[in-house]
């Protein structure tokens, strides 16, 4: 039975009043697709440009505190959900906090594992919440509420979802193989030194998050990407609702590019494979604009030709942190994507 604990704490953001393409002074609406580490990056950096940000996030994840979660309690794998919000907190003494808080993971004595072992608090609490109130949207609002989150974040589908795969594998004798990998971190692994040749979302009929699809339906901008790309970023395009959703708004879309091309799940592909990879997955969808670092592309040409094939220009821009790591910088990336914005408003 749900528990109600009474009205929901929403916090009051400035300027909410929706607009489409910027008219009338408003911030853009926003929704950012991916999960993980390349999600919590574009919300760092999209949070500084508007206060009409949702996160819509994979929950596909099988490993870790989120994969031990998903199997005990039957609940959605909460810990990308939980990067995102800590990624929506303000740079504030409460927001700084709060984020520590929920990205804090209990560490056993040495020698003694426990249940705790590597939970992160902020999973716990939200499974927490899913329990008292029974459904998954009111618990995020709930933490994002406590956070101050300057955001929204939903689930992609409001049932756990399972990412398999075709791996082309070398066998014994050097010949070349199909096997077929199942689970998110298993195939994550499995790229490495092998290729991604095929990847399905089960269940196949699985219903999307409704308030994730009126979201996308009223957004100014879609951006999909940075992220793990056959793990993260390319599962918003496997499900069907989503992926219909996705061709038919009227919002502009961006794809985001990753620092690195070659990522254990990507091993042996340039850049413009990631592309021919997103039009294999949804050959309807359309994109405005592909942001990528130029550092990162080896061949321009090809690249660009790839782009063209989505529908999109390649906006070209230094994203990346400067200290070396293929991590995107915020204040950088809120620039590009600014910049974005205002060169696409009616």
């Known amino acids: ?44 950096a999209l949070r500084l440009l508007t206060t009409e940000l949702t996160a819509i996030v994979t929950v596909a994840d099988d490993g870790g505190s989120s994969g031990r979660l998903r199997d005990e309690f039957g609940v959605l794998p909460p810990g990308d959900l939980r990067m ?96 077929l990998i199942s689970g998110q971190s ?5 790229g490495r030194n092998s290729h991604v040749n095929d990847v399905r979302l089960l269940p196949d009929d699985a219903p999307a998050c409704v308030e994730a699809l009126n979201a996308i339906e009223y957004a100014d901008w879609v951006i999909l990407g940075p992220g793990s790309w056959y793990t993260s970023v390319l599962p918003h395009l496997m499900l069907t609702e989503m992926r219909e959703a996705l061709c038919n708004t009227q919002a502009r879309r961006c794809l985001t590019m990753n620092l690195s091309v070659d990522t254990k799940e990507t091993s042996g592909m340039t850049a413009a494979d990631h592309l021919a990879a997103v039009k294999r997955c949804a050959p309807g969808m359309r994109f405005d604009v592909v942001l990528a670092d130029l550092r990162v592309i080896d061949n321009t040409e090809r690249f660009e030709e790839a782009a063209g094939e989505l529908g999109a220009r390649v906006v070209f821009g230094r994203v990346g942190s400067s200290g070396g790591r293929p991590v995107h910088d915020p204040l950088r990336l809120a620039s590009a994507y600014h910049d974005i914005f205002e060169g696409h408003k009616d």
């Not at 749900?2 to 929901?8: D, H, N, R």
């Open 1 to 44: 039975m749900a528990i109600l604990t009474g009205p929901l704490p929403l916090v009051p953001v400035p300027g909410t009043s929706r607009s489409r393409n910027g008219k009338s002074g408003a911030p853009p609406s926003v929704v950012a697709l991916g999960g993980g580490h390349g999600l919590s990056a574009s919300l760092g």
């Open 84 to 179: 995102a919000l800590a990624a929506l907190c303000d740079d504030t003494d409460w927001g700084r906090t709060w984020r520590d808080v929920m990205q804090h993971r209990f560490k056993s004595s040495p020698g003694s594992e426990q249940s705790l072992d590597n939970h992160a608090l902020g999973n716990l609490l939200i499974v927490t919440l899913w329990e008292l109130l029974g459904d998954p949207v009111a618990g995020l609002k709930w933490a994002g509420a406590l956070l101050g989150a300057r955001g929204e974040v939903l689930p992609m589908a409001t049932v756990p979802l399972t990412i398999e795969g075709d791996v082309l594998v070398e066998d014994e004798d050097g010949r070349l193989r199909s096997a």
């Open 186 to 190: 298993r195939l994550a692994a499995a």
